[in-house]
Nanobody, 114 residues
Framework: VQLVESGGGSVQPGGSLTLSCVAS????????MGWFRQAPEKQRDLVAT???????NYADSVKGRFTISWENANSKLYLQMNSLKPEDTAVYFC?????????WGQGTQVTVSS
């Protein structure tokens, strides 16, 4: 499985961004996809996950502001981010899980600053 993210960038506090992730390869085996983020000198943390059955989990810090969605037919994962805060600044990584293993994208930078 290969994952490619896009959609990162710089935005002012209160702004919005939408991240996209396109999966290719043996995508039929994927049962869960998600977004993680890593700020400088910090560990990589979960942002949101979604299962093929549509079960969604969000980190408390993003609940009510971020929305994850998965277009199974097109193997595309999205993260709609609203009301962005400076503390949302990080590299955002797409993640995929299957019975065969776990895969990561290369990451896309999101910077929230005035």
């Amino acid at each position: 499985v290969q994952l490619v993210e896009s959609g990162g960038g710089s935005v002012q506090p209160g702004g919005s961004l939408t991240l996209s992730c396109v999966a290719s390869g043996n995508t039929g085996s994927i049962h869960t996809m998600g977004w993680f983020r890593q700020a400088p000198e910090k560990q990589r943390d979960l942002v949101a996950t979604i299962t093929r059955d549509g079960i969604i989990n969000y980190a408390d810090s993003v609940k009510g502001r971020f929305t994850i969605s998965w277009e199974n037919a097109n193997s595309k994962l999205y993260l709609q981010m609203n009301s962005l805060k400076p503390e949302d600044t990080a590299v955002y990584f797409c993640n995929a899980l299957s019975i065969w293993g776990q895969w990561w994208g290369q990451g896309t930078q999101v910077t929230v600053s005035s």
